[in-house]
């Protein structure tokens, strides 16, 4: 039977990734960030994962304003990377896992979560920049990845409490799959940032690590906490973090803290890792 | 009954709702053109002429053509669309977010360094400003 292991959550911040395809992580500025990342390569090496519910948002590549769906998941066998506007990142193409996808869309759909099925679609930096800092840059990358995407662009993204939920539906799911294989479940996004207007630049440092005390011992009150407190509190880009609650939808009530990093500035954005294992 | 937007109050910020979506539908449309190689090749080679194969408004026009951030998110942009614009001239998000605040890159790189813009005074409109004064 297929089991939820661990969870992953890290902020997805693009220009971490350019850093990375261009030769610059060891610069003063991106090397603090990095190193934050060095025991997550080792961790994840000893875990051996098979596959990885990666759950991150779309911004503006795959998905246009003709279609916005609020939660995609990617049933292909490979996804590209997209090409923002500059060329597409120079890392491997992602394989999926169609049978365990279409097993999770089934069963979730079942337990009345709507999603929307993609057979064909790009995956932008916020799924590839997560990839890259617990993988490095592989040759190829050493998990299948099944691509959740969120819709976190046009207001309002879906609840922190639907997101738990959803996060114990996809367990649910994952339990109930034949196979004998070693699941994660990744959350993408944040930490505090804001990207528009004169409020750009915005970071909120106590609430952040605020926020990641209470995701790792009280998710199910955090989850609660309506958008306006992001937007008002994290910037409104930060209203992002309600991925990371599908993330710990997924594991037990109690869990280990493996990991933890914070780190101000990646660009304009504040970085937050976590990484989280099941089991007492 | 119109809908709660409990966030028309957070100060130098529009939120990217439904009514700015219909607003914006075309002009973020035009900016997804430019994920293409050839639209941006055409659209440098004459841009008030590419504009005007979009349906959109003379003033969303004007803002694209004046590069004013603020004004296009105004009329319905939002930032990850206008990336496709601010990617096609070879600029940074770092950058484009400077202009949005009116500092120079520079300062905001360095107030980034120093931790970000503080949120004291910066949850409300007509909250007081912080004591430092970011």
């Known amino acids: 039977m297929a089991r939820i292991?661990?969870?992953?959550?890290?902020?997805?911040?693009?220009?971490?990734?350019?850093?990375?395809?261009?030769?610059?992580?060891?610069?003063?500025?991106?090397?603090?960030?990095?190193?934050?990342?060095?025991?997550?390569?080792?961790?994840?090496?000893?875990?051996?994962?098979?596959?990885?519910?990666?759950?991150?948002?779309?911004?503006?590549?795959a998905f246009s304003l003709d279609i916005v769906p609020t939660f995609a998941i990617g049933c292909a066998a490979s996804f590209q990377p997209a090409d923002e506007g500059w060329g597409p990142r120079p890392v491997p193409a992602v394989a999926g896992h169609p049978e365990l996808a279409s097993h999770i869309a089934q069963s979730v759909i079942q337990q009345d979560f709507d999603l929307t099925i993609v057979n064909r679609m790009d995956v932008d930096h916020g799924l590839t920049v997560p990839m890259s800092l617990m993988f490095g840059q592989p040759e190829r990358w050493p998990?299948?990845?099944i691509?959740?995407?969120?819709?976190?662009?046009?207001?309002?993204?879906?609840?922190?409490?639907?997101?738990?939920?959803?996060?114990?539906?996809?367990?649910?799911?994952?339990?109930?799959?034949?196979?004998?294989?070693?699941?994660?479940?990744?959350?993408?996004?944040?930490?505090?940032?804001?990207?528009?207007?004169?409020?750009?630049?915005?970071?909120?440092?106590?609430?952040?690590?605020?926020?990641?005390?209470?995701?790792?011992?009280?998710?199910?009150?955090?989850?609660?906490?309506?958008?306006?407190?992001?937007?008002?509190?994290?910037?409104?880009?930060?209203?992002?973090?309600?991925?990371?609650?599908?993330m710990r939808g997924a594991?037990?009530?109690?869990?280990?803290?493996?990991?933890?990093?914070?780190?101000?500035?990646?660009s304009n954005t504040a970085v937050g890792h976590i990484i989280l294992e099941n089991g007492q | 009954m119109s809908l709660e937007k409990p966030y028309s109050d957070i100060p130098g910020t529009v939120i990217f709702d439904a009514d700015q979506a219909r607003k914006g539908y075309h002009l973020n449309q035009f900016c997804m053109s430019l994920m293409k190689a050839d639209n941006r090749t055409r659209f440098k080679h004459d841009e008030r002429a590419y504009l005007d194969e979009w349906p959109m408004s003379e003033d969303q026009k004007r803002a694209v053509l004046t590069r004013d951030y603020n004004r296009m998110i105004?009329?319905?942009g939002n930032i990850y669309f206008l990336a496709k614009l601010f990617s096609t001239d070879g600029k940074s998000f770092q950058y484009t977010a400077a202009t949005m605040t009116g500092m120079t890159q520079e300062a905001y790189a360095t107030m980034m360094l120093n931790g970000g813009r503080s949120p004291e005074g910066n949850r409300r409109v007509g909250e007081a400003p912080a004591k430092e004064g970011k």
């Open chain 2, 74 to 76: 105004e009329l319905g």
């Open chain 1, 147 to 246: 691509p959740l995407a969120v819709n976190v662009v046009l207001f309002p993204p879906p609840s922190g409490r639907r997101c738990f939920e959803l996060g114990k539906a996809i367990r649910r799911a994952v339990e109930s799959f034949d196979e004998d294989i070693n699941v994660q479940v990744w959350g993408t996004g944040g930490m505090s940032h804001q990207l528009q207007g004169p409020r750009a630049g915005l970071i909120n440092r106590e609430w952040d690590n605020r926020w990641l005390d209470r995701l790792i011992d009280d998710p199910e009150e955090l989850a609660k906490m309506p958008h306006i407190e992001y937007l008002r509190e994290a910037g409104s880009e930060g209203v992002e973090l309600v991925m990371w609650l599908i």
């Open chain 1, 5 to 61: 292991t661990a969870g992953v959550a890290t902020s997805h911040v693009p220009a971490i990734g350019a850093a990375l395809d261009n030769g610059r992580a060891a610069e003063p500025y991106w090397k603090p960030l990095f190193a934050g990342y060095d025991f997550s390569k080792d961790w994840i090496a000893r875990q051996k994962p098979d596959v990885a519910v990666l759950v991150y948002n779309d911004h503006a590549s």
């Open chain 1, 251 to 266: 594991l037990d009530a109690r869990v280990r803290t493996m990991h933890r990093f914070y780190h101000v500035p990646a």
């Open chain 1, 143 to 145: 998990v299948r990845v």
